[in-house]
C-alpha cells in the first residue's frame, strides 16, 4: 500500500503559478508510474500529466501543455506539478495518482492509489 499527500494548492491569479507535491509513504515510491488528475465540480475527472518511473518521459493533456510541467525525485518520494500561465479553467480539486503499470495511462481506473487532492483556484 502506498499513501499520497498532495500539497501546495490555494488561490491564485490568472497568470500566476503555482507548484503542487504528492508526497509519498514508504520506500517503494520509485516503483510507480505517477499521474497528476484534476476535477471541477460536476464535471468528470481528467487527466493532467503522467511521469514514468524513472522521469525520462512525461505525457501531458492538450490543454496544459506548455504551461505545467510534471517532475518526480524519488530520493525525496515526492511528485510535484509545476503550474504556470494558470487559467481560471484550470480551477479543479487536483489529484496525484500512483499505478504499477509500467506506462503513463490517462485512465483514472489504471491507478491504484490516490491522494486526498488539493483545490487551486484561479481568479479572473
Known amino acids: 500500500q502506498v499513501q499520497l499527500v498532495e500539497s501546495g494548492g490555494g488561490l491564485v491569479q490568472a497568470g500566476g503559478s503555482l507548484r503542487l507535491s504528492c508526497a509519498a509513504s514508504?520506500?517503494?515510491?520509485?516503483?510507480?508510474?505517477m499521474g497528476w488528475f484534476r476535477q471541477a465540480p460536476g464535471k468528470e475527472r481528467e487527466f493532467v500529466a503522467g511521469i514514468l518511473r524513472s522521469g525520462a518521459r512525461t505525457t501531458y493533456a492538450d490543454n496544459v501543455k506548455g504551461r505545467f510541467t510534471i517532475s518526480r525525485d524519488n530520493g525525496k518520494n515526492t511528485a510535484y506539478l509545476q503550474m504556470s500561465s494558470l487559467k481560471p479553467e484550470d480551477t479543479a480539486v487536483y489529484y496525484c495518482a500512483a499505478t504499477g503499470r509500467s506506462y503513463v495511462s490517462t485512465y483514472s481506473r489504471d491507478y491504484d492509489y490516490w491522494g486526498q487532492g488539493t483545490q487551486v483556484t484561479v481568479s479572473s
Open positions: 514508504g520506500r517503494t515510491f520509485g516503483s510507480y508510474v
